[in-house]
């Protein structure tokens, strides 16, 4: 079994920055990648940033400039620092690590951005 455990979402007003964290636990024996998505009310998930064990980063078009992708590979841990946020960042964001060619998912972490 893999868990992965988001955390650093909140209520933040727009302009404003939020980092979240993902750290995955359990029988992981080879990342391919690990990645960050989101979920708004009433929309489709969709993928806001991804990176692979060697450290290739993937952005959404309206993500590139703002939003930045990390990982601690030590730590089994996946990063988002989210800068100049806009109230349609507000969304569940979920952690995606990707592993001997099975997918598994965090629970989500609420991003709210309003005034």
């Known amino acids: 079994q893999v868990q992965l455990v988001e955390s650093g979402g909140g209520l933040v007003q727009p302009g404003g920055s939020l980092k979240l964290s993902c750290v995955a636990s359990?029988?992981?024996?080879?990342?391919?990648?690990m990645g960050w998505y989101r979920q708004a009310p009433g929309k489709q998930r969709e993928l806001v940033a991804d990176?692979?064990?060697?450290?290739?980063?993937n952005y959404a078009d309206s993500m590139k400039g703002r939003f930045t992708i990390s990982r601690d590979i030590a730590k089994n841990a996946v990063y988002l620092q989210t800068n100049s946020l806009k109230p349609e960042d507000t969304a569940v964001y979920y952690c995606?690590?990707?592993?001997?060619?099975?997918?598994?998912w965090g629970q989500g972490t609420q991003v709210t951005v309003s005034s």
């Open positions: 995606k690590l990707v592993s001997n060619a099975r997918a598994y």
């Open positions: 359990g029988n992981i024996f080879s990342i391919y990648a």
């Open positions: 990176i692979t064990s060697g450290g290739r980063t």
